[in-house]
């Protein structure tokens, strides 16, 4: 399986997937489980802890396979990501 760097906002991550949006996939699962372990009282709450955190992504998510900081790769809309993880979410290796 290839591996893939993800970057997103202050989040770089490297996955093995199938493909560039299962890696992106994977990425916003592991943003949705480090706010998972967010105590907050308010949503206000929740939203500063995550950013003081760097766990959230920003508006795209780039992937690559050849490292971090290269544009070349393939950019997805973090809106899509959202959605294909909606259709079929894939577990965190």
Excluded at 28 to 34: G, L, P, V
Aim: with cysteine.
């Amino acid at each position: 399986m290839p591996k893939f760097y993800v970057e997103s906002g202050p989040i770089q991550l490297i996955f093995d997937a199938a493909n560039a949006q299962q890696a992106a996939v994977m990425a916003f699962q592991w943003t949705c489980d480090k706010q998972a372990e967010i105590e907050a009282a308010s949503p206000l709450d929740h939203l500063l802890e995550a950013e003081d955190r760097g766990c959230q992504l920003g508006d795209e998510v780039t992937v690559n396979e050849q490292g971090f900081g290269r544009w070349d790769g393939e950019v997805f809309e973090t809106l899509d990501i959202f959605e294909a993880w909606l259709r079929s979410p894939v577990p965190v290796a």
